[in-house]
């Protein structure tokens, strides 16, 4: 399975901005749909954004307009760009890949809390 290895969390006022990255240890184009979702204390589990083989994106309506998910130039990585931070922004974010490439069973898994085929540690968002 391909690995994952978020960076870029940390603590930021609200209203603020942060970049998050995922360095996949392979090329994901051919085999996964990228995606990121948050998990905070007490809360269930809630996919944010995905990217599919040719660029689609899907958002949640929580982080529609706030959030940018994209790959960058370095294709083996996928960043989530995150502004108008808020309060309730505040979680641990994973960096989530899942076949097939198209998407079409990432919001499955997402919404149904099932295993990805394969997520990072996580990097935790602080916004006060």
């Known amino acids: 399975h391909v690995q994952l290895v978020e960076s870029g969390g940390g603590s930021v006022q609200a209203g603020g901005s942060l970049r998050l990255s995922c360095e996949a240890s392979?090329?994901?184009?051919?085999?996964?749909?990228m995606g990121w979702f948050r998990q905070a204390p007490g809360k269930e589990r809630e996919g944010l954004a995905s990217?599919?083989?040719?660029?689609?994106?899907t958002y949640a309506p929580s982080v529609q307009g706030r959030f940018t998910i994209h790959e960058a130039n370095d294709k083996n990585t996928v960043n989530l760009e995150m502004s108008s931070l808020k309060f309730e922004d505040t979680a641990m974010y994973y960096c989530?890949?899942?076949?097939?490439?198209?998407?079409?069973?990432?919001?499955?898994?997402?919404?149904?809390?099932?295993?990805?085929?394969?997520r990072g540690q996580g990097t935790q968002v602080t916004v006060s």
């Open positions: 990217i599919d083989k040719d660029g689609r994106t």
């Open positions: 392979e090329d994901t184009d051919s085999r996964y749909c």
């Open positions: 989530a890949a899942d076949p097939p490439p198209e998407c079409n069973n990432w919001w499955h898994v997402s919404r149904e809390l099932l295993e990805f085929e394969a």
